[in-house]
């Protein structure tokens, strides 16, 4: 069963723009959630996270939104550029192992 | 300090044969961690590896199989290797146990044919 969804493969964005993905996840059992992002031909980077204590992470122009109730949560990007053109995966961190999302190719146009 | 290393980069094996994958972790990191990529299906964890132990087993076939080292290198092996084995084997890892910031190597590509 698949524990961390992300149920939109791909994404398209203007440069400039606004960027959201978003992630559900099933287990209310996990404590902690990171977005990473992977470049063809490279391991996945780590991006950003938070904890299931608060709702909401901000860092530059990334920010990452908890929705405990309903298990969701999302990455946003403001504002798009260029190189954030990657596969971004979620994660959620539960019995001593990270759990990823199927992952979103997100694709910023000039 | 250097990255996550993972050798051989790119290999090419033949269904039945049996493959071994290296990891070198961040020097001081005692975690390490291997995930299975294909695509459509994210990152799928096989098992993680804690100051020589393995603390932690995904759900795949006893033909996967890993250790680690005192000096916290790992390997993976899988044995008796069918077409649906070839993928991105990405390897991880972090300083504790908790798993926070995992830091990922470049991945070893198996073609199984």
Known sequence: ?110 | KAGVTQTPRYLIKTRGQQVTLSCSPISGHRSVSWYQQTPGQGLQFLFEYFSETQRNKGNFPGRFSGRQFSNSRSEMNVSTLELGDSALYLCASSLGQDLYEQYFGPGTRLTVT
């Not at chain 1, 961190?93 to 990823?100: M, N, P, S, Y």
């Open chain 1, 1 to 110: 069963d698949q524990q961390v969804k992300q149920n939109s493969p791909s994404l398209s964005v203007q440069e400039g723009r606004i960027s959201i993905l978003n992630c559900d996840y099933t287990n209310s059992m996990f404590d902690y959630f990171l977005w990473y992002k992977k470049y063809p031909a490279e391991g996945p980077t780590f991006l950003i996270s938070i904890s299931s204590i608060k709702d909401k992470n901000e860092d530059g122009r990334f920010t990452v939104f908890l929705n405990k109730s309903a298990k969701h949560l999302s990455l946003h990007i403001v504002p798009s550029q260029p190189g954030d053109s990657a596969v971004y995966f979620c994660a959620a961190r539960g019995a001593q192992k990270l759990v990823f999302g199927q992952g979103t190719r997100l694709t910023i146009n000039p």
